[in-house]
Structures are given as C-alpha cells and as structure tokens.
C-alpha cells in the first residue's frame, strides 16, 4: 500500500494571456516534488495525440521532469502499472473516457492512486474523469462510451471553466448554473464543483484545499449555490458517502 490519495484537479491547461499549464506551473513542481522523475501522460481527449504529447512533453521537461506518452505504449496498462505520477489532459471528455475503458484503465488507474498513492494530475477534460462522472462535462457526446461514470477518484461532480452569466449579453441559451441546477433535479446526484479558469482543487488523502487565481462554486442539490475563494477547504466533499469512494 502506498501513501493516502494526492491529486491536482486544474480547470484548463490554458489561462488567457499564458502558455500551456504555465497558470499553474509552480502548483505542479509543489505537487510532484522532487521524487517523481517521469510524469504518464494520457492524451486520449484528443484527436492528433502525437502533437499533444509534444506539447506536454515540452511544458515537463521545462518544469525538470520525463513525460512518457501512453499512446506511445504497446502496453497501456502496463504503463501505468510502472507509472510514478500521472497527468490526464483535456480535450473531448467523451473521447477520453471511452478510450481510458477501451483501453481497461479505469479500474488500473483507480489501483495506483487510491492505493498505491501516486500523484494524479487532471487539466479540464482529466478533472471531469477523476470525478464520480461526467455527468457535469461541458462537451458534446461525439462518441459514447459504455458508461459515464468516471474513475471516482473523489465523490462528486466538477464542472470544469465554469462560466457566469452575463447579463450585458444578449444569448438566450442555458447558462452553466441552469444546467446544473437541472442535473441536481434527477435524484441522488451529488455535489458539483464549480471551477472558474484560473482554479484548481488540490486533493491530500482527506484534506480538499481550492488554489489559484479565481474562485469557484458549490453545488449542492435542493440548496442555493455558494461562492468560494481560493483557500478555501472543501474537505468536507470528500467525506460524502458514494460507493465509488473507498
């Protein structure tokens, strides 16, 4: 058995006006330290996963660390059998999840994090994946995969670069906070954790801290949402009951 359960859960790889990851580089190097050497990147929400793998592998190797592709491996659940951190990139959240079952890793990754303790990075689409499901994803459901629920790595929902509305514009569609709100009419459907771009959630075993930039805002079914700012402990998701959750 390794160490209790370590996760960065960013909002989006890309902050306007900065390069890819570089809003959060320094909460990176924090969060990986000095004794992970190579970091498994899992590119599977996009299309051109050659090009994305270099774009990651280029950002990595800056912060002082290996990046090995999974796609890249004849034997992708060996590969994360051997993993000492892993990184899910966004993208297509549909895509990624179908891929992470065709490929037999959900039940592998959920071994090497919730048991053996290594560290797990999700940016936008591998936030939406660590969670209970996708329930909560921004994307169109260009493939299907055989379930929604996700890896369930914490038990509930994220829905990643949360917008608010703006009243100056004159779009009539549903804003974010509508959509939810009609997600938390079904039953039984957990909490949603709304996370602006600039924000991420930092996960150490029983302990949910909000870092970065911006803020972000809470979701709970039959009850009003809330506005948090960074620094603010969320611990207290972690502790509701799901049977995802060991």
Known sequence: MGGPRRLLLISNSTLHG??????CQQHIQSFLGQKVKRVLFIPYALHDRDAYARTAREKFESLGYGLDSIHESCDPVEAVRKSEAI???????FRLLKALYDNCLIQEIRKRVLEDGIPYMGSSAGTNVATVSINTTNDMPIVYPPSLQAL???????NPHYLDPDIKRTHMGETREERIRQYHEEPNTPPVLGLREGTMLLVEGDKATLQGVTGARLFLRGKKPTEHEPGTDFSFLLT???PLNP
């Open 18 to 23: 900065g390069g890819y990851l570089g809003h």
């Open 87 to 93: 990184f899910i990139g966004g993208g297509n959240t």
């Open 152 to 158: 369930g790595l914490v038990p509930f929902n994220i």
């Open 240 to 242: 509701d009951s799901n």
